[in-house]
């Protein structure tokens, strides 16, 4: 069966879902001299020969697996390579893997004389369901994630259900988490799907729905002015578990761990709290939560007056707030 969502922002693209779509991901390219595959290291190299095979003298760039990557250095290297190799405007540019190889491809292209069309073939169940569609691209400063980026949209999305196969269990799991945050937020219908597990045999169905949401996410406000936040559910204690780990709690079971304490005490939250289980994510937070304000009061994204926070009152729908930091801290200790 063959999806597709048109997204309708402030430039016009597709997504196409399709099992099997990675072998003709060429098919959807568009008219070029020459093509750059870039990728990582982890991503499996049948999906890179798959992708390769279909052009005529592709430049492969790899560059290192991890959020190390998303670099101005990096970027620069890239950008090298690309010139090395005789690129010129009429190049495009494939991001093949992850949300770091989404993100960092799409600011390639943005910057690469002034901008260069590129194409998402997201690998994760992460970059398909969420980071490949919505055009925020970005690097990362040492102090600070996705600080230097923009809104360059992709020339279309190719999305193969397939390429999933080969995912380790943690990385799904990180996926899931976000799916179950669409869930949440506005989907009372794919939470219950996700509860009975019929995403398992349903996923390119599943991922359909996932990007359908983000699509109207995204049209109703691509420059994440105000609703976009919504997507932000669990977001803020999410980076502060991660940044007060070193990282060593990954995204999305920190995000899980910050969606459970926002749904502290709600009727919902046991029915919640089993599917985090079930998709083999930890809520349990092994330090203070309480301590985790002082990284909250520090994101880029607070002000002094406090913190835009998303509620989720009940399964499918959700709230923007502006809460206090004091109201921030109740919900954390609430955690202990
Ligand atoms: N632009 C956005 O709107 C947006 C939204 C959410 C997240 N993000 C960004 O996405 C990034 C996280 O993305 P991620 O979770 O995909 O992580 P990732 O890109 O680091 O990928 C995780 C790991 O999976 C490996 N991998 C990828 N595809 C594989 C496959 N098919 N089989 C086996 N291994 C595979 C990668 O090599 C990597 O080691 C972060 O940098 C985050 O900031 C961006
Ligand atoms: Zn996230």
């Not at 949300?99 to 491809?105: A, H």
């Not at 690469?112 to 590129?118: K, T």
């Not at 990954?250 to 899980?256: E, R, T």
Request: net charge negative.
């Amino acid at each position: 069966m063959k999806f597709q969502v048109d997204v309708q922002a402030s430039s016009k693209y597709s997504v196409y879902i399709e099992r099997g779509l990675i072998h003709s991901v060429a098919t959807l390219t568009p008219a070029h001299a020459k093509v750059v595959v870039l990728t990582d290291r982890l991503v499996p190299t049948q999906w890179v020969s798959s992708v390769m095979d279909q052009f005529d003298d592709p430049l492969l760039i790899t560059v290192p697996e991890g959020e190390s990557s998303k670099s101005l250095r990096r970027t620069e290297l890239i950008v090298d390579e690309m010139l090395d190799a005789g690129c010129h405007r009429d190049t495009v540019l494939l991001a093949l893997g992850g949300g770091v190889i989404g993100d960092l491809g799409g600011f390639v292209a943005s910057v690469f004389m002034r901008g260069i069309p590129y194409v998402q073939i997201p690998t994760t169940l992460l970059a398909q369901i969420d980071s490949s569609v919505g055009g925020k691209v970005a690097v990362n400063t040492g102090l600070a994630k996705n600080i230097i980026g923009g809104f360059y949209p992709p020339h279309v999305v190719c999305i193969d259900p397939d390429v999933l196969h080969t995912l380790p269990k943690e990385e799904f799991a990180n996926g899931m988490a976000e799916l179950i945050k669409y869930g949440l937020i506005l989907d009372a219908e794919l939470f219950a799907m996700i509860e009975n597990e019929r995403i398992l045999q349903q996923l390119p169905e599943t991922i359909y729905r996932a990007v359908s949401l983000k699509q109207q996410v995204v049209e109703a406000d691509e420059r994440d002015a105000h609703y976009r936040q919504i997507l932000n559910f669990g977001h803020s204690i999410a980076h502060a578990i991660e940044k007060a780990s070193n990282h060593n709690v990954s995204h999305g079971q920190a995000v899980a761990m910050g969606m459970a304490m926002m749904i502290q005490g709600k009727p919902f939250e046991e029915r919640v709290l089993k599917v985090f289980k079930r998709y083999g994510l930890s809520t349990t937070y092994s330090e203070n939560p309480a301590a985790l304000i002082d990284y909250i009061s520090k994101d880029k994204k607070a002000s002094t007056d406090g913190i835009n926070e998303i509620f989720v009152h009940e399964i499918g729908s959700c709230e923007i707030e502006t809460i206090s930091y004091t109201t921030m801290k109740t919900i954390l200790e609430g955690a202990q």
